[in-house]
């Protein structure tokens, strides 16, 4: 059985393409995660924050410059709508992006798109690509190798390790990603946990209707397909995939394993 990107994502507006092969399963843009972000550039403004602890004040990012936010009149709009607005001495700074004080950037290799808020108490560690209109609440903890597109929420006590969101994704309270995807408009409830590593040693398989599938990694969350939804507290085992507009119920647990487009999992 073959689980290509297509099958899960519609890629059109993606703008990291060379991670998805339609020639290889889906999962493969996992393996090829690390060397992808190791390769790209990364603006030098941040070289200056690398040690430096929580943010002492407010940064505004424009033009690939940081400002001193308290120069700056910031609308604390809804980021992810394109309300957030920043002027400086009357002008507006379009496309600027926010920084609040308090929020903590470890290493220098981040690269922020316009329109993008981290909130006060959000941990990231390098590298980390955030696409247009992001929101990274407070308390949200990005473990390095983190991929996240445009319109994306990751939310209060939110945990993402080497995990790819694409557009309009949004994990917006209390969810655990690790080595996961979430596809355009997924949207995960409260309290979503996508288990990574299996109890038992050994490179996680994917079950499928043809039997099960090799996928040489030790590590693998959940695949969600476009638009799939899970419940509050809901749990995802290792090596499960989700077809587009999937939904998971809440306090449930999703068996690992290829569960085609438009199920229901109860």
Known sequence: MSLPPSLFFDLAAWGHLPLFDEARPVWQALSELKGYMDRQAYPACFAALAASGPLARTLVLHEGALLDGTECVIEFGDATKGQLRVSRGGVPLDGASVLMG??????????????????????????????????????????G???VGKRCVVGHATEVKH??????????????????????????????????????????????????????????????????????????NPGTLLGKRCVLMPNTTAPSGYHPASTLLR
């Open 102 to 143: 308090g929020a903590v950037l470890v290493g220098s290799r981040f690269r922020f798109g316009q329109g993008v808020l981290v909130e006060s108490g959000a941990f990231l560690k390098e590298p980390a690509i955030i696409g247009d209109q992001t929101e990274v609440r407070q308390g949200a903890y990005l473990r």
């Open 145 to 147: 190798y983190c991929l």
């Open 163 to 236: 995990s790819i969101l694409l557009d309009d994704a949004k994990a917006g309270h209390f969810a655990y990603l690790g080595d996961s995807i979430l596809g355009n408009d997924v949207n995960l409830g409260a309290g979503t946990k996508l288990a990574n590593l299996r109890f038992q040693s050994g490179e996680v398989e994917v079950k499928t209707a043809d039997g099960p599938m090799a996928t040489g990694l030790k590590k693998m969350g959940c695949i969600f397909g476009d638009r799939c939804q899970t419940g509050c507290n809901s749990v995802t």
